[in-house]
């Protein structure tokens, strides 16, 4: 088993005692998620030694393994100076990415430290919104003129070949004098040709390419349809400014579907762990409960409405928390299932006509059901046809609205570009309070003199 | 702007006259999620035609595009025979990922009628758990014997180069004459070597392998860890068996996050898409919301223990559901950062205590911000600083449990096995209501006199 404290113990009195080999040695045991759990569990100041123990080259592959808001964290603890020399070792986007997330003043501090050349770059790319072509993309990559040689490509592959190395290189490009893309050369089309063939005759002509501006469901689907490790981002001139990954956007979009994750429980205004400052854990919380403490007094304000039919059947106030949550859970389903489709691009923002169809059937068979259920439950607890009569029908139908309702959330919300995530939980659940709520009470009221 | 409709319409004529080149040359045109939605919007006797129209090379491509269940729902639509053709010509581990999904004897029968050494290797596949190495692995690489040269593996590249195109090969691999792994050679160290030069003296020796056995997790660390494209896959004995991609594993952690988001929201048993039987569709749905009225009626049942105290003080059936609804918030938050802080190896299951440290601090300051607002609420509608205290109490004190047992259960869930996205929510609610309902209900039943 994992034994992080013991390693933590060890580390913390390496880094005392300045033992860099040692400190090396033991990072190199640790997998990505130890050293952020080791990382995590530093005290400040021994964080910041840790970092001044390893040469620049170190430090950056350690930055580079730690989750993106942890790694920003590191960063902002260090001197401008210091951090300058670590950011420079970096890969171009994880570069950009941590840059991106720290403050404006601190991130040019950063940058005025660092080498003109490197820094311009790296202003380049954190011009660019984070989950697009530009945002995701590496500028390490190796283009040729259209007149250059096989042999020509060679010799640079070798005369770089440590840097070639690093960046898992698999194609190179062929650019015009004016660095618009004329062709890709795969390794292997390289491997296969004579020296002196200029690349024009074994580069693959008019490549694919994306837009610089292409977002995280473009690049999902380009590469969903085509089987490239690697694809060419371009400007509007077709002229060539980087390479996006695959492995980039496929880790991009896991990372999206964790934050839809955390965005649909609660956690917004950015990610949670454990490690950061109480306050800042406990306010972020308090913005959303709060937004739904208020929505809450709204709905069950209707409750308040029908004081007198609750106080004659008293009955009532036992099924009102169980239809608010059943109404709740029905939804959230159809919620999920929307956000499901509109990723998969299985139905378009659009198609509310055949989503409610759809919800409007499952809503009538599961609300039948329920609303059974629960009329069962009331008749045998309380021997009343009436009241099985009241809440079962308001269950019933209340759970018709709710899977209605959630499946069309998502997307009226994406139509206006809000965050379904986000935004369709609290909406939906204020919604079916409310009209649950109105549905028993009204009902109760109608039926009265059968209830008491 | 897409017009999926139109595409539908005219691929269904052309499906229906047989147009071959006008159905490949209009699904050329398409993304993945327009093929998807295509696909999905035809009656199943035109998916039928349209795949025996196709070669079973497009056909091939076509349901490798399509998410896992729509594949494998087409596949079963076909007679064994053409689905066998069409299962022949896709990538090995896409190929065992769609026979998986399938009933046991719908899968045998397509088996039955592929070719024999195919059948074989698939039902090896078929073998391995799906989120493991050997579930997500291709079998389409290169090996060389250790006496090899260079020259010899240039020569085999160029004989199969169209076998080594599709499957985006970066590596060689060199095997002793057991087959046991010896090393790797990179498509750039052949590039730069001469021809006679023995693979031993270039490849790298003992490269990084992974266990067939590894899970998700395990491999998500490792190329966390490493930048390699991809890793070869071997046994106990180190025979080597696979390479796993960095693309595949990526692709599979993202749709993980996927299902503990639908999950999460209610959605078990398998994914659901709005073309799957209305029944299917419903029962799944009612599977878990039967689960959930259940025990939505037991923790309900607190209050009918109070019925007494409720007639007295009406008012208090407002504020119910509100506790209810805002204790199942603060706890559904502390979940989520578990959930997410496991996922990233942050905590581990076993640190309960500090889970626990963490979680009852914000749930202190996150109960009294809550607290206070709902008693200036009911302060403010009714006048009584006593309904005031007794509901802001409850919630305040509720909001405590709910933060701290949110915190724990995916920990707690992870030791014993348990699929937290699952399991949480319902037992965190179930708790939360009844304490919550306990908590109202008690205090009010202590402070009746001044609630009066």
Known sequence: MEKPELNLKMLEEMIQIGDRRGVEALLETLTAPQTARSISRLDEPLRIALLRLLSSDDAADLIEELPGFQAATLIEEMEPRNAASIVEKMESADRADVLGVLKEDEANAILDEMAPEQAASARHLMAYPPDTAGGLMITEYMAFGEKSTVGDVVAKLRAQSERFADYQVQYVYVVSARGVLKGVLRLRDILLAKGAAPVESVMIRSPLSVPVTADLDDLRHVFQQYGFVAIP???????????IRRAAVEAAAGEEAQQSFLKISGIVGGEEVRTLPLFQRSSRRLSWLSVNIIL????????ALYQETLAAVIALAVFLPIISDMSGCSGNQAVAVSIRELTLGLVTPRELFRVLRKELSVGLINGVVLGLLLSVVALLWRGNPYLGLVVGGALALNTLVAASLGGL??????RVGMDSAIASGPILTTVTDM???????????YLLPYLT
């Open 233 to 243: 981002v371009v400007d509007g001139e077709k002229k060539l400014l980087g390479v």
């Open 409 to 414: 959330l998502p997307l009226m919300l994406k």
């Open 435 to 445: 009209c649950g709520f109105f549905l028993v009470l009204r009902f109760a009221t």
């Open 296 to 303: 809450n007094v709204i709905s069950a304000s209707v409750i």
